[in-house]
C-alpha cells in the first residue's frame, strides 16, 4: 500500500491518497477544492487517482468531490447516512464518473485495497470513518475524517450548528454512541485523523499527523469519560469556543456542489494606479498581507491586516463579508498560494480583482490614500484608559485564555467572531484590541478600524499588562 498524507498548514487540514502497489490505482480522502495537487501528487507516485471519497460534508473547507466527478471518470464514494446533497442529483458527470453513497458496513474496493465504511455520527450527523487492513498484517487502518483525531474528538457543538434538526444534546449523544462502537478496534489501530492542532473542529487537538487506537485510550479526555462513564458532556465541550462564522457559509456551499478546480485561476496584476482608486470604493475589501507595521504606514480604509501565515484563512474568510470584492496586496510569487488558501475557504474566484506588489503601494505619493487611523499602544497607555473608563477593551483571544484571566471589564469576542458580533461594540469610545502577543489583536484593530470604530492594538499582549502588577480578573 502506498500512503501520501497531504497537509494544508494554514487550515490544519489533511487529505489522504492511498494506492494499490500492484494495480497503481489510488483514491483521495477529503480532498480540498484545488484538485490539480492531488492529480499532480499521484503523478509523482506513478498512480492513477480512480475514486475519491468523503468523510462527511465539511464545514471548514471546500471540497473537491465535485470536481474529481466532474472532470475524472472517478467514483466517489459519499455518505447515505444523513440527509441527500442536492448537487449529486443535478452534478454533470464526466464519461466514467460514478456517485455511489455508503452505510454502515458498507464496502468497496480500489485495486486489491479494500475499504469498509463505519457510521461515526456527532461532529455531523453523515460522518464516516473508513477503515482498511494492511496486507499480509494485522495493522488496520482507520481514516477517521474528523470523528477522532489525536488526542480530541470532532466537536459535537459543530454538527447541531451545522446540520438542521439535530439538536446539541443529540450531537453528544450520537457522538458517545460512536466512540463506544468503536471498542472492538485494536490499539495498534492506526488512525490518520482528517485535522492537525490549529483546527477549529476539535478544541484540543495534538500536533502529531496520526495516532493510534491504543494511544487515543489514554490520553484522549473524550474517550476516557466514554469509556468510564463519567460526564461526558462536559468533557466535549467544556473550553469551546464558538463556532467560526464562516463555517456555516462553507457547509452550504458544499451542501450545494461546492466550486472545483483542476488549473488554478490566474488573478491579474493590477497597476498602481488602478489600485489606488479600487482601494477607496467600500464594495472592495483589500486583503494587506505585509507585516503589520507596514499595513500601518498606509493604513488604507478598506483594509484587512492578514500576512500570509498560519492563521491567514480562517481569519480572512471569517472577516469577509459574502459578496465582498477583493484585492490582494502581496508578492507576485506568493499570489498563487494565496489564492489556494482564498479558494478552500469559500471565496468565488470571480471575486478576487487582483493583486499589487507591496512595493507598489510602499511607492505611491503621500497622500494618495484616505486612510483611517489605528495603532499600536503600549500597556501603560491601555492602563490609563482603563483607569479613565476612556475605551472599550476588547479581548480577542480564545475562551479558555480569557477564563485565565484578562483585563477589568474586557469584553470577549474571539477575533475570528468580530463580523458577525461588531454590533455589540459601542461606536461611541475607542475600542482597546488585546490577545496573547499582539498578532490576534492586530488583526481584529484593523477590521473594526475598517468597520468604522476607532481601534487600537495593545502592543505586546495580555502578559506585558498583567506583568506590570496591573489589576486583572478572573
Not at 494492511?134 to 477517521?144: E, N
Not at 482564498?342 to 507591496?358: D, Q, T
Not at 490609563?384 to 470577549?412: I, M, N, Y
Request: one cysteine or more; a negative charge; glycine letters at 8%.
Amino acid at each position: 500500500m502506498l500512503l501520501r498524507r497531504i497537509y494544508d498548514a494554514t487550515l490544519a487540514q489533511a487529505s489522504y491518497l492511498v494506492g494499490c502497489p500492484t494495480t497503481r490505482e489510488a483514491i483521495v480522502i477529503d480532498p480540498a477544492c484545488d484538485i490539480d495537487r492531488y492529480l499532480s501528487v499521484a503523478a509523482q507516485e506513478g498512480l492513477r487517482i480512480v475514486a475519491v471519497a468523503e468523510t462527511h460534508v465539511h464545514a471548514d473547507f471546500v471540497s473537491g468531490v465535485p470536481a474529481f466527478v466532474a472532470h475524472h471518470g472517478v467514483t466517489a464514494y459519499l455518505s447515505a447516512e444523513g440527509p441527500a446533497q442536492a448537487w449529486m442529483e443535478s452534478a454533470t458527470l464526466a464519461p466514467g464518473a460514478r456517485i455511489c453513497t455508503l452505510s454502515a458496513g458498507s464496502a468497496f474496493k480500489v485495486g486489491s485495497l479494500e475499504f469498509h465504511a463505519r457510521h461515526t455520527p456527532g461532529h455531523t450527523r453523515e460522518s464516516l470513518c473508513f477503515e482498511l487492513s494492511r496486507q499480509g498484517s494485522a495493522t488496520r487502518l482507520l481514516f477517521s475524517g474528523d470523528f477522532l483525531f489525536a488526542g480530541d474528538v470532532g466537536r459535537p457543538d459543530l454538527g447541531a450548528f451545522a446540520t438542521e434538526g439535530m439538536t446539541l444534546a443529540e450531537a453528544v449523544r450520537h457522538l458517545e454512541a460512536s466512540l463506544a462502537s468503536i471498542t472492538d478496534l485494536p490499539s495498534d489501530t492506526q488512525v490518520m485523523p482528517g485535522h492537525g492542532a490549529g483546527s477549529e473542529c476539535g478544541k484540543s487537538i495534538c500536533d502529531i499527523p496520526a495516532t493510534t487506537i491504543g494511544i487515543e485510550r489514554v490520553i484522549n479526555r473524550a474517550m476516557r469519560a466514554q469509556a468510564a462513564g463519567r460526564d461526558f458532556e462536559r468533557a466535549v465541550l467544556d473550553g469551546a469556543s464558538e463556532p467560526p462564522p464562516y463555517f456555516a457559509r462553507v457547509k452550504r456551499l458544499n451542501e450545494q456542489g461546492g466550486r472545483g478546480f483542476e488549473t488554478l485561476p490566474e488573478v491579474r496584476a493590477l497597476p498602481a494606479a488602478e489600485f489606488a482608486e479600487i482601494c477607496q470604493k467600500p464594495e472592495f475589501t483589500v486583503i494587506d498581507t505585509r507585516p503589520w507595521n507596514d499595513y500601518l504606514d498606509t493604513r488604507l480604509p478598506y483594509a484587512i491586516s492578514a500576512p500570509f501565515e498560519k492563521s491567514f484563512g480562517p481569519t480572512v474568510a471569517n472577516y469577509l463579508e459574502e459578496d465582498d470584492r477583493v484585492v490582494l496586496i502581496a508578492e507576485s510569487a506568493k499570489v498563487p498560494d494565496i489564492t489556494r488558501v482564498l479558494l478552500r475557504v469559500g471565496v468565488a474566484p470571480e471575486s478576487i480583482e487582483g493583486f499589487v506588489e507591496p512595493r507598489a503601494v510602499s511607492s505611491l505619493a503621500v497622500g494618495t490614500f484616505a486612510t483611517l487611523g489605528v495603532d499600536d499602544i503600549s500597556p501603560v497607555r491601555a492602563h490609563a484608559l482603563v483607569e479613565q473608563g476612556a475605551a472599550t477593551v476588547l479581548d480577542v483571544r480564545t475562551c479558555g485564555e480569557f477564563a485565565a484571566g484578562h483585563l477589568p471589564g474586557a469584553r470577549h469576542i474571539p477575533y475570528t467572531h468580530l463580523r458577525a458580533r461588531a454590533g455589540e461594540l459601542d461606536r461611541s469610545k475607542p475600542v482597546v484590541c488585546y490577545c496573547r502577543s499582539g498578532n490576534r489583536s492586530a488583526r481584529a484593530a484593523a477590521f473594526l478600524a475598517r468597520a468604522g470604530f476607532n481601534a487600537f492594538n495593545m502592543r505586546g499582549g495580555y502578559w506585558p499588562y498583567a506583568g506590570r502588577g496591573y489589576r486583572v480578573e478572573a
